[in-house]
């Protein structure tokens, strides 16, 4: 059976991963506010290592990204430092 084919255009949209420093014992509490209020989100979670938590976006734009980056995430009185990773070319 061949597979049906959506008939609706997809909207192609741009994923980045952010990658956070957060404040000590705060990392949980960031990523729950992300998840709830930040509706771009597609994953946050709180995470060992160098970073203290990832969070995925996916907007239609750069702009898009750009305007939750440096005007909540950055805000975030948790949040000290951000490094952000666009994807180039999903898979």
Known sequence: ???IKSTKKEEKKLK???LLST??????EVVKRF????KETVVADAIF???DAIVV???PSLEEINQVVYKIIEKDPNV?????S??????
């Open 1 to 3: 059976m061949a597979p």
């Open 16 to 18: 980045a991963y952010i």
């Open 23 to 28: 404040k000590p014992g705060t990392s949980l």
């Open 35 to 38: 998840k709830e209020k930040v």
């Open 49 to 51: 290592g160098r970073y």
């Open 57 to 59: 976006l996916e907007a």
């Open 80 to 84: 000290i430092r951000t490094e952000t």
């Open 86 to 91: 666009i994807v180039l070319s999903p898979m």
